[in-house]
């Protein structure tokens, strides 16, 4: 008796070599793809990271607030508030040319920014823009003013309150509060709210007071 034996052979052709190179060539596609878009989300992840640290680290703190009298007006107001700012703890460098600050008070609402052709101890109020407040230098060792670049530097932002208020008020009065929101260029905030003294009475034409 003789057995019938069968065979299997594969079967090996162009058409099946075409078929096996495309299966390659869309694995390492998509691959690629794959890869290029796990790089860009890193990326994207990474720069967002930081433009977050930035705005929660890269700001000013102020350090003390004062006030200047205005005895001319009737009643008397404060029409210069004085902040003095340095960088805030695990801060990157600060310009001042770049940082802009919100006033809110009950009467105006505007955003001043630096007036960098000028300090506080020249500017001529009486024709600058209600949109502007001045620098001036306290201590800064390495001479960057009027950039904060170390936790020694300190410097006094000076805001006429009575050229922001308009001539009709001469400042602020008694009682009276505003926002400052002073934000750096990276978005770093820092905000602060000053009332002012309930006493100006008494008090002479340029004559300090705490706020």
Known sequence: MFENITE??????????IVFIAMVLVAAIAAGVLV??????????????QQSVNKVTNRVDVVSVHGVVNATSSPSTVDNVNLTVRLAAGSGSVSLNNTSIKYLSADTATTLTNNNSVTADNID??????NEFAVRKIADDDTSFPILNGQADRFEVVINTSV????????????????????SRNGGTSQVILTMPQQLAGKSDGDPVAL
């Open 36 to 49: 290029n878009t796990a790089g860009f989300l890193q990326a994207t992840a990474e720069d967002a990271g």
């Open 8 to 17: 299997d052979r594969g079967q090996v052709g162009i058409g099946t070599l």
């Open 164 to 183: 922001v208020e308009g001539t009709s008020k001469n400042g602020l009065q008694t009682g009276e509060s505003v926002t400052l929101e002073i934000t």
């Open 125 to 130: 109020w009486a024709n600058s823009s209600p």
